[in-house]
Every structure is written in C-alpha cells, then in structure tokens.
C-alpha cells in the first residue's frame, strides 16, 4: 500500500541470521570458578551407595511424628482468643440443632392446625350442602303440595262423577271450564 503524498523509499534488507557463539552463563562461571559453594547433585553411583546403606541399617528407625497441635491464636496484646474454643463450638452446635428442632416442632404444629383448619372447613361445607338440600325438598315438598291442592280444587266433585265399576253407565259429559 502506498501513502500518497510520500515518495517510496528503498529500504536495505535485515542482516542473516547467525548463530551465537558466545558461551553459555553456566560454561561461563565454571570456567572463572570450577567448585562453585551450591553443591551439585549426586551421580547414580553416589545415589546406590547411600541407598544401600540406608537398607542396611535395620536398627535406624525414622523418628517418631509427634501429633500436631491446633495453633492458639490469640489477638495480641490483649489476649483476646480469635478462634473459639471446642467448647464453645459445640455449644453453638448444640443450639443450632435445638432451635433447628423447635422450627421443625414448630411446622409440624403449624400443618396439624391446617389439616384440623381444613377438616372444619370440610364439615361445614357438607353440612351446608345438607341444608340446601333439605331445603330443596321442603319446597319441592311444598310445592307438590300446592298442586295437589289446586288439583282438588279443580276436581269434579264424586257425586258428578260416573262410577267407575258400572261399566254401562253413560260417560259423564264434559264441564265447562270457567
């Protein structure tokens, strides 16, 4: 891409690659001091012999690892213990479990009263429907009565009337209705 404005310059390639000659810093310090104070690892050879040795000597008994002891913190100068004590985590064990035990006591009461809540509540829905019923058939009762009534008000009376076990008696003739 070309910048307008700035004629292009021929620029000179980079140099080759070459190799670095130079010694190495390890080569280095040896070659100014050839036993340096760390002190190099061990060869193989070196390595076996201790290793024999070790297997060797039965009566060498690692030394025993003594239990380790939790570690006193305390807040400095004034004494004050930062973590608390044994004791006292279990007694904030112990009132978390029965506070944990009171809510769970506590909910158990709670569903017993809504269960009993409920099975009222039941019982007097069905009594209720009960009443709507018996009162249902008071007034279907009460209405077939004054049925009856209005159709013995309507009836012929029994002396107008053919009897009914004379078969050859003439039918009675229809009355008006007024």
Do not use: C, W
């Amino acid at each position: 891409m070309e910048i307008y404005g700035i004629p292009p310059v021929a620029q000179a390639s980079p140099p080759a690659p070459r190799p670095d000659l130079r010694p190495t810093a390890d080569a280095a310090a040896i070659a100014r001091d050839s036993s340096p104070e760390i002190p190099l690892p061990p060869t193989f050879s070196q390595q076996g012999v201790v290793s024999a040795g070790m297997l060797r000597d039965a009566a060498r008994q690692p030394p025993a690892i003594r239990p380790v002891e939790p570690a006193e913190r305390t807040l400095k100068p004034f004494g004050v213990t930062m973590l608390p004590s044994d004791e006292a985590r279990a007694a904030h064990r112990a009132a978390r479990e029965a506070m944990a035990a009171a809510n769970a006591d506590a909910r158990q009461a709670d569903a017993e009263a809504r269960a009993a809540d409920a099975a009222k509540r039941d019982a007097a829905r069905s009594e209720a429907r009960a009443s709507r019923a018996d009162a249902a058939a008071a007034a279907a009762t009460a209405a077939d009565a004054a049925d009856a009534r209005e159709a013995a008000d309507t009836a012929e009376p029994a002396s107008a009337a053919a009897p009914a076990d004379d078969p050859d008696a003439p039918a009675a003739a229809p009355r008006p209705e007024a």
